[in-house]
């Protein structure tokens, strides 16, 4: 199936397991994939949410903020 993925898509993908790696989660979840669709950074769903008036850095580190909330 990965093969059916733009390579857009791949490298999200590729990013979300570099971001759970990072938390030190054995799995990728969605709070990954978000994590890569920002750090990819040029793709339609980032570029949706600047236009929307999100500040990518703060997202990310939101996100981040609240998986560790869940942890503890």
Do not use: P, S
Not at 3 to 14: I, K, M, N, Q, S
Not at 27 to 54: C, D, F, N, P, S
Request: no cysteine; charged share 25%.
């Amino acid at each position: 199936m990965f093969e059916r993925f733009t390579d857009r898509a791949r490298r999200v993908v590729v990013l979300a397991q570099e971001e759970a790696r990072l938390l030190n989660h054995n799995y990728i979840g969605t709070e990954h994939i978000l994590l890569g669709l920002i750090r990819e950074g040029e793709g339609v769903a980032a570029q949706v949410m600047v236009k929307l008036g999100a500040d990518l850095n703060k997202v990310r580190q939101q996100v981040i903020q609240l998986l560790f909330g869940y942890q503890g």
